[in-house]
Nanobody, 120 residues
Framework: QVQLVESGGGLVQAGGSLRLSCAASGSIFSINTMDWYRQAPGKQRDLVAG???????IYTDSVKGRFTISRDIAKNTVYLQMNSLQPEDTAVYYC??????????????WGQGTLVTVSS
C-alpha cells in the first residue's frame, strides 16, 4: 500500500512564503506524476501544480510566477515552494500521485491534506 505524507502547511501573512513537502512510501514501482491540489472552503478541489517523471511542469494560472513545484525522484518526494502568498491561496493542499506497481499502471493515491492559511 502506498502512502503520501505531507508537511509544511501553516499560518503566514500575505506576501510570505511556505514550502510544502510530500513524501511517497510503500509499494511503488515507479511514479509517473506528482501533483498538488487545493480545496478552499465551499469550493471544489483544483489542480495547483504538477510535475512528470521527466520533469515537465504545469501550473494553474493564478500561481504562475509565485509557486514552484520540484521533485526528488530518488526520495519519491515532491515540493511546492509558495512565494508571495495571498489570502486567496488559503486552502487545504493535497498531494496526489499517479504511479505504477508491478504490471498495474496508473494507480492513484492522495495525501491527507495540509492546511495553508494566509492572513491579510
Amino acid at each position: 500500500q502506498v502512502q503520501l505524507v505531507e508537511s509544511g502547511g501553516g499560518l503566514v501573512q500575505a506576501g510570505g512564503s511556505l514550502r510544502l513537502s510530500c513524501a511517497a512510501s510503500g509499494s511503488i514501482f515507479s511514479i509517473n506524476t506528482m501533483d498538488w491540489y487545493r480545496q478552499a472552503p465551499g469550493k471544489q478541489r483544483d489542480l495547483v501544480a504538477g510535475i512528470t517523471n521527466g520533469g515537465s511542469t504545469i501550473y494553474t494560472d493564478s500561481v504562475k510566477g509565485r509557486f514552484t513545484i520540484s521533485r526528488d525522484i530518488a526520495k519519491n518526494t515532491v515540493y511546492l515552494q509558495m512565494n508571495s502568498l495571498q489570502p486567496e491561496d488559503t486552502a487545504v493542499y493535497y498531494c496526489h500521485a499517479n504511479y505504477n506497481y508491478r504490471s498495474v499502471r496508473h494507480l492513484e493515491v492522495w495525501g491527507q491534506g495540509t492546511l495553508v492559511t494566509v492572513s491579510s
